[in-house]
């Protein structure tokens, strides 16, 4: 049966133990060419609707990396940007490609996708979900701090697509996800997510701080509203002191230093944002890998 990475419930707890561990082993190896050749003789799309910089990228070299060949289609050169459908996309897709990767402004796109095609569909974000970018903030966690279960991630801000992948996967880890949101921005319950409206209440005795972009990708209109809303939210250093010592900082990038993140936390020594965007690159790899030689 073909396996999709959609929400990142596809995985369970000790799977997904092993793709994060699986993920280091590709990281600490990558000199030696470790995982090089693994899916040689593949080819992998990588479709991209909305524009991207870490998850384009990261595929495309890891897809390479792993021996495959990666083609890279922006949504407005391919014909289900002329009505085209997605279920006859996904079927054609199916009969050249071993995996599709998709980004998407549709959710529900990416879904009837995956239920037409004969191959594994990736979710590269889309307004829901962003399952790719926890699994790197979950190596990142991994790796500075050991052991997952038992840590405490406060994500402070706009409870987004990142903010539900974290619940998602972070319940499977044993993280425990805790959510600060104004009114109107919160996330839903579910997934063992704590939900608060106060930013310190979350940062206390965090391990790990989290925020995202304020203004998303088709939020634009509603720009001035959503700054002045999630204003208290911001990711400064008095929020950082109220978490554990050595809690480390995360973002998964573009940043937006002065809105929900201060630069001088960005660019602190407790930041761990650049080894989280490299970790997008050796967590995929584990990822397609998981899909396609199981
Ligand atoms: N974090 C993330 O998904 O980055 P891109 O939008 O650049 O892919």
Redesign the pocket.
């Known amino acids: 049966m073909t396996r999709n990475f959609i929400t990142g419930e596809e995985f369970g707890a000790f799977e997904l133990g092993k793709l994060l561990e699986r993920g280091a082993e590709l990281k600490a190896g990558r000199g030696e060419g470790v995982g090089r050749d693994s899916l040689a003789g593949k080819s992998i799309a990588l479709v991209f609707q909305r ?6 990228i990261s595929f495309e070299v890891g897809v390479a990396e792993l021996g495959a060949t990666p083609i890279v289609l922006r949504g407005d050169e391919m014909q289900f940007s002329r009505g085209e459908s997605v279920g006859d996309t996904a079927r054609v897709l199916s009969r050249y490609v071993d995996a599709i990767v998709i ?1 998407s402004g549709s959710h529900e796109a990416v879904v009837e996708l995956a239920e037409a095609a004969d191959v594994p569909v990736v979710n590269g ?1 889309t307004p829901l979900h ?1 399952p790719c ?1 926890a699994l790197a903030d979950l190596l990142t966690l991994r790796e500075r701090f050991g052991d997952l279960d038992g840590l405490r991630l406060a994500y402070v801000g706009d409870g987004n697509n990142v903010a539900r992948s974290l619940a998602i996967v972070g319940e499977l880890a044993g993280v425990e996800v805790v959510v600060a949101a104004p009114p109107g921005y919160q996330l839903e319950e579910g997934h063992g997510v704590k939900l608060t409206g106060d930013p310190r209440a979350a940062a206390d005795g965090a391990d790990a701080l989290y925020t995202d972009v304020w203004i998303s990708m088709g939020d634009e209109i509603e720009a001035d509203r959503r700054r002045a809303d999630l204003a208290p939210f911001r990711l400064d250093a008095d929020l950082l002191a109220a978490a554990k010592d050595g809690a480390i900082v995360l973002h ?3 940043a937006h230093p002065g809105e929900e993140i201060t630069e001088e936390v960005l660019y602190s020594d407790a930041s761990a944002v650049f080894d989280e ?1 490299e970790n ?1 690159l050796h967590a995929q790899k584990a990822l397609l890998e998981a899909l396609l030689l199981a």
């Open positions: 524009p991207s910089t870490r998850t384009r980004r974000l962003h970018q998964c990038l573009p965007a997008r």
